[in-house]
């Protein structure tokens, strides 16, 4: 059973940064495909960035200046840092791991408001 182990998320003022993490319990280079996903309320859960096995990554179009994904194997963690945020950042945010199926963290809120 993989355990993965969110954390990061928070409340911070427009214009701010955060940076999420994400811990799994098992060697993260045995997944080809890690990402983050969010979702607000009342919306469908939407990918923000994604990265593969070999370090290549890929953001939604409308994050891509603002967000960065990345990820450290020897600690078992992904990361998402996000700055100038807005209060359309608002969301839960998961972390997200594909081998043979789907992995999801618990989620965690990020709030952006004054």
């Known amino acids: 059973q993989v355990q993965i182990v969110e954390s990061g998320g928070g409340l911070v003022e427009p214009g701010g940064s955060l940076r999420l993490s994400c811990v799994f319990s098992?060697?993260?280079?045995?997944?080809?495909?890690m990402g983050w996903y969010r979702q607000a309320p009342g919306e469908q859960r939407d990918l923000v960035a994604a990265?593969?096995?070999?370090?290549?990554?890929n953001y939604a179009n409308a994050d891509k200046d603002r967000f960065t994904i990345s990820k450290d194997s020897a600690k078992n963690a992904m990361y998402l840092q996000m700055n100038s945020l807005k209060p359309e950042d608002t969301a839960v945010y998961y972390c997200?791991?594909?081998?043979?199926?789907?992995?999801w963290g618990q989620g965690m809120q990020v709030t952006v408001s004054p």
């Open positions: 997200n791991a594909f081998h043979e199926r789907f992995y």
């Open positions: 098992i060697s993260i280079e045995t997944f080809p495909l």
């Open positions: 990265i593969t096995g070999d370090g290549s990554t």
